[in-house]
């Protein structure tokens, strides 16, 4: 190996580390590694068996595994941050993760033939502000990202690629999407699959404008939840849900074959939806033919979903996928639309764009609320300064805390627990209590109702209409509440500074109908 990092830590800064007969870097200690491009080495660029942090930054790591074995970075445990970074043509995949945590903010995956990712059963990875493009030759069997283990995807834009983007799969497998784009791929295959009784929630995301060939943009057989998201201009069909899943808030459009294909449906629900001018048809058959299936208020355009209304396209007043705002496109409807104002049930508090709903009587269906504007939170610099140490709240404020990013809201302190509720990026909520150490808030969970824990440091906190940091809130502000036991069969997720073993996991069987694993 160019690099090997046996005990005491390490920095590297700047360089190179190219053309070794093994891997560029070797590591089962603590390092940082700023600056330096790792490449044309014969295995793994950089391997890390650590079980405590590695910090990367500015690192590009390309064109190693010559030799065919291994990939650009191999992790097998620890706590691994990676930000703007750079993957390029590296032999096999991108990244591979048998345990541990990756943190992995604003970087590119491009240009590898094999993946770009994947995550076993016993890790968790995070990415944020990621482009993920050119993976994969199109008609060749792959997947960009296949997840096995723990996925959140948040400001993602997955963009010609090869291979199927998502390949969700295996019963340990959950994958939570957020503010994503999946466009212009070119696989001739499903966009995203969610199989093998994975869990997948999909949340302000386009898939739009994917060459699928005879598949669907969107295939699942497993749980899914989907809200505030666009199927547009794929070449084929759009949807096809099997078993759990519950669907709303999403505009399914101009896409080659079907709009929407459900099938053997098990406590589904599907409600707010607005089906319209897809080429095979909006649906395959009604909807109420699934099986078990709920149906709220939705609306097609050709009469073949069996849903509350139908409108001919040119009275739906549905424009066309273009730049309406927010991070990714949209079909606008217009305020006079017969879609307007109508939806039932829960209206979330945004639409794909993170523009406020409703604006109106009722929220609209689809993922776009016509009229809305985007959320802003600005705090009033004509206010007199406070002592935010010792301040108390006023009798009519309350202390605010608005996410930086979409949170799962678990039952207790841990990615050990189940998702009780989504707290929103943008969102004001009102934490109800804290936690003995004050790295966790409890909150009222907006959906159910139901007491809920999201860590501290992914929000921003306002008192009295000024921002304040955890530890200058009051004593008495918040109640202390000691987190609940661990569940008796959970592994917990480990603090980033506390050492941890994580035997890798083989991935599981794959469906027969998909072929082999990877």
């Given at each position: 190996?160019?690099?090997?990092?046996?005990?005491?830590?390490?920095?590297?800064?700047?360089?190179?580390?190219?053309?070794?007969?093994?891997?560029?870097?070797?590591?089962?200690?603590?390092?940082?590694?700023?600056?330096?491009?790792?490449?044309?080495?014969?295995?793994?660029?950089?391997?890390?068996?650590?079980?405590?942090?590695?910090?990367?930054?500015?690192?590009?790591?390309?064109?190693?595994?010559?030799?065919?074995?291994?990939?650009?970075?191999?992790?097998?445990?620890?706590?691994?941050?990676?930000?703007?970074?750079?993957?390029?043509?590296?032999?096999?995949?991108?990244?591979?993760?048998?345990?541990?945590?990756?943190?992995?903010?604003?970087?590119?995956?491009?240009?590898?033939?094999?993946?770009?990712?994947?995550?076993?059963?016993?890790?968790?990875?995070?990415?944020?502000?990621?482009?993920?493009?050119?993976?994969?030759?199109?008609?060749?069997?792959?997947?960009?990202?296949?997840?096995?283990?723990?996925?959140?995807?948040?400001?993602?834009?997955?963009?010609?690629?090869?291979?199927?983007?998502?390949?969700?799969?295996?019963?340990?497998?959950?994958?939570?999407?957020?503010?994503?784009?999946?466009?212009?791929?070119?696989?001739?295959?499903?966009?995203?699959?969610?199989?093998?009784?994975?869990?997948?929630?999909?949340?302000?995301?386009?898939?739009?404008?994917?060459?699928?060939?005879?598949?669907?943009?969107?295939?699942?057989?497993?749980?899914?939840?989907?809200?505030?998201?666009?199927?547009?201009?794929?070449?084929?069909?759009?949807?096809?849900?099997?078993?759990?899943?519950?669907?709303?808030?999403?505009?399914?459009?101009?896409?080659?074959?079907?709009?929407?294909?459900?099938?053997?449906?098990?406590?589904?629900?599907?409600?707010?939806?607005?089906?319209?001018?897809n080429g095979g048809g909006d649906c395959l058959y009604e909807l109420a033919l699934a099986g078990s299936l709920s149906l709220g208020t939705n609306v097609d355009s050709d009469g073949s979903c069996g849903v509350s209304a139908t409108h001919s396209a040119p009275t739906l007043g549905l424009g066309p996928l273009a730049d309406n705002g927010g991070s990714s496109f949209t079909h606008a409807l217009a305020p006079v639309s017969p879609a307007a104002n109508i939806a039932t049930g829960r209206c979330p508090s945004i639409d794909q764009r993170n523009y406020s709903r409703p604006f109106g009587p009722g929220c609209d269906?689809?993922?776009?609320?016509?009229?809305?504007?985007?959320?802003?939170?600005?705090?009033?610099?004509?206010?007199?300064?406070?002592?935010?140490?010792?301040?108390?709240?006023?009798?009519?404020?309350?202390?605010?805390?608005?996410?930086?990013?979409?949170?799962?809201?678990?039952?207790?302190?841990?990615?050990?627990?189940?998702?009780?509720?989504?707290?929103?990026?943008?969102?004001?909520?009102?934490?109800?209590?804290?936690?003995?150490?004050?790295?966790?808030?409890?909150?009222?969970?907006?959906?159910?109702?139901?007491?809920?824990?999201?860590?501290?440091?992914?929000?921003?906190?306002?008192?009295?209409?000024?921002?304040?940091?955890?530890?200058?809130?009051?004593?008495?502000?918040?109640?202390?509440?000691?987190?609940?036991?661990?569940?008796?069969?959970?592994?917990?997720?480990?603090?980033?500074?506390?050492?941890?073993?994580?035997?890798?996991?083989?991935?599981?069987?794959?469906?027969?109908?998909?072929?082999?694993?990877?």
């Open positions: 190996s160019g690099v090997e990092n046996y005990g005491g830590g390490m920095v590297i800064s700047g360089g190179e580390i190219s053309g070794n007969e093994a891997y560029g870097i070797y590591s089962t200690s603590e390092l940082s590694v700023t600056g330096t491009t790792i490449r044309d080495n014969q295995e793994t660029g950089l391997f890390i068996s650590y079980s405590g942090p590695t910090d990367l930054a500015n690192v590009t790591i390309t064109n190693n595994g010559l030799s065919g074995r291994g990939a650009g970075l191999q992790i097998l445990r620890g706590v691994v941050t990676l930000a703007d970074s750079h993957f390029t043509a590296n032999s096999n995949r991108a990244i591979n993760i048998n345990g541990g945590i990756l943190r992995m903010d604003s970087s590119t995956i491009g240009a590898h033939t094999d993946g770009a990712i994947i995550i076993y059963a016993e890790a968790v990875v995070e990415m944020t502000d990621v482009e993920v493009s050119e993976i994969g030759t199109p008609g060749e069997w792959g997947a960009v990202i296949w997840n096995y283990g723990n996925l959140t995807l948040t400001g993602a834009n997955l963009h010609d690629n090869g291979h199927v983007a998502l390949y969700n799969d295996g019963p340990r497998a959950f994958a939570a999407i957020y503010d994503s784009q999946f466009r212009g791929n070119l696989a001739n295959d499903n966009v995203v699959r969610n199989l093998g009784a994975a869990t997948l929630l999909l949340s302000s995301t386009l898939i739009a404008e994917n060459q699928t060939g005879t598949g669907e943009a969107i295939t699942s057989s497993s749980p899914l939840t989907m809200v505030n998201v666009t199927i547009s201009g794929n070449s084929n069909a759009g949807l096809r849900t099997r078993g759990e899943f519950d669907v709303s808030y999403t505009t399914i459009a101009d896409n080659g074959g079907a709009g929407y294909f459900a099938e053997g449906a098990t406590g589904a629900n599907v409600a707010n939806v607005i089906v319209a001018r269906l689809g993922a776009f609320e016509a009229g809305a504007t985007a959320l802003s939170f600005e705090a009033d610099e004509a206010e007199e300064d406070i002592d935010l140490a010792t301040a108390e709240p006023a009798d009519d404020d309350s202390l605010i805390a608005i996410p930086n990013q979409n949170y799962n809201c678990r039952y207790g302190n841990s990615s050990a627990f189940d998702i009780a509720d989504t707290l929103l990026q943008g969102q004001e909520y009102l934490p109800v209590g804290i936690g003995p150490d004050s790295l966790w808030l409890q909150f009222e969970g907006p959906a159910f109702g139901e007491l809920c824990w999201a860590p501290t440091a992914g929000f921003v906190l306002w008192l009295n209409g000024r921002q304040i940091q955890v530890d200058q809130l009051p004593a008495s502000l918040l109640r202390v509440i000691n987190y609940p036991p661990l569940p008796p069969t959970a592994t917990p997720t480990p603090d980033p500074d506390e050492s941890y073993d994580v035997t890798p996991t083989p991935s599981p069987t794959c469906d027969p109908q998909y072929q082999q694993c990877p």
